[in-house]
């Protein structure tokens, strides 16, 4: 079973004007079932675009875009994805606690189940005291800590996160990639992470794609092959052997 399907995408903005841009050119990219891919790259390589393509949230100039075996039109209607996204997005006259609910209540799911699951994620991100705050009241990292409750709160068979840890410090960033783990290892979640850490990609995934400056191209895949994702791992000879490798592909000097 295939998560995601990318073929022969072109992004082009501003098609035809003096600001055309074009952001992705001929892009492949297929996520398989309960795998974990991360996009790196350059800023402005089209990163955020790649997944603003695979959410519905844009629609391709040239090419194709299926999740789950469906048009990414019909996913997004069907909410087949949770979405955590660069900036945090939350609804600020919505409470901490009302913003996780928000996929649950569209799900039609009850009171006490919605308020169940929102306390479970809160708890995750570590929130759980601040479930009646507002977001105007959080800082930026606990904002975006909040959109990552609220995009886990379904338990969605497709995560697509962008930078969703940018804005945390390294002890908090580095248990959230443990939870995160654990969470798509428990619910076979299929993930597309954008990073620009490359021993986060590494640590996360089972693959790293590595894309070049505009227009945005795939220019490398790394395999990630780690005997476990513990604390021990990330000191280990393998783990920086890996990030090596990437780095090397970024640099476009394998
Ligand atoms: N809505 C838009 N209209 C016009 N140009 C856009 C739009 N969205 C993105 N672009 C352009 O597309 C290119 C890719 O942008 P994108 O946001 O995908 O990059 P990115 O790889 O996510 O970068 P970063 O790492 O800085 O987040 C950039 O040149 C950007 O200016
Ligand atoms: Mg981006």
Same mark, same amino acid.
């Given at each position: 079973?295939?998560?995601?399907?990318?073929?022969?995408?072109?992004?082009?903005?501003?098609?035809?004007?003096?600001?055309?841009?074009?952001?992705?050119?001929?892009?492949?990219?297929?996520?398989?079932?309960?795998?974990?891919?991360?996009?790196?790259?350059?800023?402005?390589?089209?990163?955020?675009?790649?997944?603003?393509?695979?959410?519905?949230?844009?629609?391709?100039?040239?090419?194709?875009?299926?999740?789950?075996?469906?048009?990414?039109?019909?996913?997004?209607?069907?909410?087949?994805?949770?979405?955590?996204?660069?900036?945090?997005?939350?609804?600020?006259?919505?409470?901490?606690?009302?913003?996780?609910?928000?996929? &649950?209540?569209?799900?039609?799911?009850?009171?006490?189940?919605?308020?169940?699951?929102?306390?479970?994620? &809160?708890? &995750?991100?570590?929130?759980?005291?601040?479930?009646?705050?507002?977001?105007?009241?959080?800082?930026?990292? =606990?904002?975006?800590?909040?959109?990552?409750?609220?995009?886990?709160?379904?338990?969605?068979?497709?995560?697509?996160?962008?930078?969703?840890?940018?804005?945390?410090?390294? =002890?908090?960033?580095?248990?959230?990639?443990?939870?995160?783990?654990?969470?798509?290892?428990?619910?076979?979640?299929?993930?597309?992470?954008?990073?620009?850490?490359?021993?986060?990609?590494?640590?996360?995934?089972?693959?790293?794609?590595?894309?070049?400056?505009?227009?945005?191209?795939?220019?490398?895949?790394?395999?990630?092959?780690?005997?476990?994702?513990?604390?021990?791992?990330?000191?280990?000879?393998?783990?920086?052997?890996?990030?090596? &490798?990437?780095?090397?592909?970024?640099?476009?000097?394998?």
């Amino acid at each position: 079973m295939t998560a995601v399907s990318v073929s022969g995408v072109t992004q082009v903005f501003n098609r035809g004007r003096p600001d055309e841009v074009t952001a992705l050119s001929d892009v492949d990219l297929t996520v398989a079932a309960g795998e974990f891919v991360s996009l790196i790259g350059p800023s402005g390589c089209g990163k955020s675009t790649l997944l603003r393509l695979i959410a519905d949230l844009l629609a391709p100039t040239t090419g194709t875009v299926e999740v789950s075996g469906k048009p990414a039109r019909q996913a997004r209607l069907e909410q087949a994805y949770g979405i955590a996204f660069q900036q945090a997005g939350l609804f600020e006259w919505r409470t901490v606690q009302r913003n996780v609910e928000l996929p &649950l209540e569209l799900r039609g799911q009850s009171k006490a189940e919605r308020r169940e699951r929102a306390a479970e994620m &809160l708890e &995750l991100v570590g929130l759980a005291d601040f479930a009646g705050h507002y977001p105007a009241q959080l800082s930026g990292g =606990m904002q975006q800590r909040v959109a990552i409750a609220r995009a886990l709160a379904v338990h969605p068979p497709l995560l697509l996160m962008d930078e969703p840890f940018g804005a945390l410090d390294e =002890m908090t960033r580095e248990r959230l990639q443990t939870e995160l783990l654990a969470i798509c290892a428990q619910t076979g979640t299929s993930t597309v992470f954008v990073t620009h850490s490359i021993p986060e990609a590494v640590f996360l995934s089972d693959r790293v794609v590595v894309m070049s400056p505009r227009p945005g191209r795939i220019t490398g895949t790394v395999g990630i092959d780690l005997p476990a994702r513990d604390e021990a791992v990330r000191q280990s000879p393998d783990f920086f052997s890996h990030v090596t &490798l990437v780095r090397k592909t970024l640099r476009g000097t394998p």
